[in-house]
Nanobody, 128 residues
Framework: EVHLVESGGGLVQAGGSLRLSCAAS????????IGWFRQAPGKEREGVSN????????YYADSVKGRFTISVDNAKNTVYLQMNSLKPEDTAVYYC?????????????????????WGQGTQVTVSS
């Protein structure tokens, strides 16, 4: 059975940091790309970052470049999202997702439909 379990969310002041974790099990981790998405109230789900566990290629949304860092620990089947210099507009539920993305889809890594498995989400709240 496939599981993606996010953790590490919480309440932080603007300018602070959080590290999210996504622990994966039940599928061939090395074959999948792992994406972080977020959804704020009243807004659509948006892609934040993506990493292909097999080769560690990474992608970021423009809104988080230079502030967020995605990484993977293949031995633990876990993907991390280090979030620094957090802003109130980063407030959202953060989800990790896994999907097999062929090269033709890699430029569109932020499309949620490309992902097969989703975690339950973790709340991140940034106060001003």
């Amino acid at each position: 059975e496939v599981h993606l379990v996010e953790s590490g969310g919480g309440l932080v002041q603007a300018g602070g940091s959080l590290r999210l974790s996504c622990a994966a099990s039940g599928f061939a981790f090395d074959d999948y790309a792992i994406g972080w998405f977020r959804q704020a109230p009243g807004k659509e789900r948006e892609g934040v970052s993506n990493i292909k566990s097999g080769d560690s290629t990474t992608y970021y949304a423009d809104s988080v470049k230079g502030r967020f860092t995605i990484s993977v620990d293949n031995a633990k089947n876990t993907v991390y999202l280090q979030m620094n210099s957090l802003k109130p507009e980063d407030t959202a539920v953060y989800y990790c997702a896994a999907g097999i993305l062929p090269r033709s889809r890699y430029n569109n890594w932020y499309i949620a439909l490309y992902y097969d498995y989703w975690g339950q989400g973790t709340q991140v709240t940034v106060s001003s």
